[in-house]
């Protein structure tokens, strides 16, 4: 991937600090660098077991100057559940554990009143089973389980002009084109993701999207562009739509998909176009036959929730929807296990020459949901 990179650090003894260039990266390419959205692809918290599973994640303004960062929680059929905005002074960090938001403790830097929908959300209730804790109204929008399930779904994060969260990123007014509604085309934020699992912690860098008054006209896809109608408005890139993954079920070794995907314009439950297992000796084995990931945001376990005919190789993802046919980008992480050891890391972006598409696997210029056409893998030509 070419990237442009140049970092310049002068030490400014008069002023006693540092001064620093940001990072300039290729727009529409999945690159590791300061942006104006970020996404946090899946979540999984249990709000009332102590050492029950726990997403912490770290937001960073990676410029001198003080930025704005709206926070809002979507549930796993892309509802949002809550939304609020967290100041961030010159090169900032906030770190916001979800269960801690879920049991109503919110970072000490937002203002009171300013949350979204509204504060009520975040009030103390009995669970829904009568028994076992407290939980939060905020919970029961993320699960209908009760407070023995995991709260679940994706989370965003936008750079905003103002310190007090007014409207949500799927209203009118969010977005304006040039960064001139509430939310801006600054690219300073970055963040990481640590997840607890049953004394399992692991890390990964959350999704940089990065804005330009370039990206996005009529009819073209964003990232954001289901909430305009694919105006084009909120200037985001898109993401891909076909992913690699490496995975291992080997022994102790047990590997899981957290899958994130833009609906749309369609309905729950999602279908998918392809997924193709290959073996360590490149047999191709196509799964078919379910909705695997019928969600926004979900995990499903290999093997169980996603049939494996493999215990260990690679898969390939087809994430769009043949019937009725869409274009539509996501996101791949990979949580592979091993004993009491975790690790997670994102899938790699998968397009090839034929589908159109450039090598970023990005859907940049892409009219939805016309074309590229829906790509098909098949097994090795040698």
């Avoid at 919110?106 to 959300?121: Q, T």
């Avoid at 994430?319 to 949580?335: E, G, H, K, M, T």
Wanted: charged share 20%.
């Amino acid at each position: 991937m070419k990237r442009i990179v140049h970092l310049a650090v002068a030490a400014t003894l008069m002023a006693g600090a540092w001064s620093v260039e940001p990072i300039r990266a290729e727009i529409c390419a999945i690159d590791a660098v300061p942006a104006a959205t970020l996404l946090l692809p899946y979540f999984g918290v249990d709000p009332d077991k102590k050492n029950a599973p726990d997403t912490v994640f770290s937001l960073n303004n990676a410029s001198a100057t003080t930025v704005e960062a709206q926070v809002t929680v979507w549930t796993t059929e892309s509802s949002p559940a809550i939304s609020f905005i967290v100041p961030l002074t010159g090169y900032d960090i906030e770190t916001i554990s979800l269960r801690d938001l879920f049991n109503g403790k919110l970072p000490p830097s937002v203002e009171e009143g300013c949350i979204l929908p509204n504060a009520a959300v975040l009030k103390k209730a009995k669970n829904k089973r009568g028994r076992g804790g407290r939980h939060t109204r905020l919970v029961e929008k993320l699960t209908d389980k009760g407070a023995l399930a995991l709260a679940e779904g994706y989370i965003t994060i936008d750079s905003v002009d103002g310190t007090c969260a007014s409207l949500l990123p799927n209203e009118e007014g969010y977005f304006e084109n040039g960064g001139t509604g509430i939310a801006t085309n600054e690219n300073k934020l970055y963040g990481e993701v640590y997840t607890l699992n049953k004394k399992k912690v692991a890390a990964y860098r959350m999704v940089s999207i990065e804005a330009a008054d370039s990206v996005g006209s009529p009819n073209t896809y964003t990232f954001y562009g289901r909430y305009s109608g694919y105006d084009g408005r909120d200037n985001r890139e898109p993401l891909a739509d076909d992913w690699a993954v490496r995975y291992s079920n080997i022994g102790k070794g047990q590997a899981y998909l957290q899958v994130w995907r833009d609906s749309g314009p369609l309905a729950f439950p999602l279908s998918q176009s392809q997924v193709v297992f290959f073996d360590l000796e490149e047999n191709p084995m196509e799964v078919s036959g379910d909705d695997y990931f019928p969600l926004e945001a979900q995990e499903v376990e290999i093997g169980k929730g996603l049939p494996a005919p493999y215990d260990s190789g690679w898969i390939f993802l087809n994430l769009n929807v043949d019937d009725p046919f869409a274009i539509l980008q996501s996101f791949v992480v990979v949580r592979q296990d091993f004993r009491k050891r975790s690790s997670l890391f994102p899938a790699l972006s998968y397009n090839e020459s034929e589908s159109g598409l450039s090598q970023a696997a990005t859907l940049c210029g892409v009219s939805p949901p016309a074309t590229p056409p829906s790509q098909q893998l098949t097994g090795r030509t040698d």
